[in-house]
Each structure stands twice: as structure tokens, then as C-alpha cells.
């Protein structure tokens, strides 16, 4: 069982930044793969970004490349979003989650475990 809780969402300007937590309760934390995933209003769920269990593994999707950095500190069972140059369309509820492939890390069925989001909102 893990659970997992968002935070660090919020409202800023475009070309700005935010840092996105994800804090995770559990005894085997690393032996996760830990994704982003957000949501934007009427929009399905997509992926954003993942990190292998040891962390010398990340995956991006291409349109935030450059932009955002994924990151964990398993010592502090914490994986991190780093967001960089905020554009509006970024404007999503961010969701974290933990899963036991790597292989299929593009796919929320590879993901066993859901945070309940936090709010990110990039005004023009």
C-alpha cells in the first residue's frame, strides 16, 4: 500500500515557474516508478514525466522537454516536478503516481497508485 499526496501547485504567470512535491508514505518506495501525470479541463489525462527506480532513468513528454525536470529523493520517499517557462497551456490538475514498470511508464495502467492532484494555473 502507498499513498501518495501533491503539492506545491498554484497560480502563476506565463514564463514562470513552480516545484511540484509528491510525498509518499510507505516501506518500499524505491523499488517504484514514479510518474506525473495532469488534466486539463474537458481533456483526458496525460502523461508528463517518469523517473526509474533509481532515478538514472527519466522519460518526458515532448512538448514539456527542456522545460520541466523530474526528480526523487528516496531517502525523503519524495518525487519532485521542477517547471520551468510555464506556458497557459500547462494549466492542469497534476496528478503523481506509483508503479512497478518501467516499460509501459507512458501508460496509467503501468501506475497502481494515485495522488488527488494539485492545481496548476499559468495565466497569459
Known amino acids: 500500500q502507498v499513498q501518495l499526496v501533491e503539492s506545491g501547485g498554484g497560480l502563476v504567470q506565463a514564463g514562470g515557474s513552480l516545484r511540484l512535491s509528491c510525498a509518499a508514505s510507505?516501506?518500499?518506495?524505491?523499488?517504484?516508478?514514479m510518474g506525473w501525470f495532469r488534466q486539463a479541463p474537458g481533456k483526458e489525462r496525460e502523461f508528463v514525466a517518469a523517473i526509474s527506480w533509481s532515478g538514472s532513468n527519466t522519460y518526458y513528454r515532448d512538448v514539456v522537454k527542456g522545460r520541466f525536470t523530474i526528480s526523487r529523493d528516496n531517502a525523503k520517499n519524495t518525487v519532485y516536478l521542477q517547471m520551468n517557462s510555464l506556458k497557459p497551456e500547462d494549466t492542469a490538475v497534476y496528478y503523481c503516481a506509483a508503479g512497478r514498470r518501467w516499460d509501459t511508464v507512458l501508460s496509467q495502467g503501468a501506475y497502481d497508485y494515485w495522488g488527488q492532484g494539485t492545481q496548476v494555473t499559468v495565466s497569459s
Open positions: 510507505g516501506r518500499t518506495f524505491s523499488s517504484y516508478v
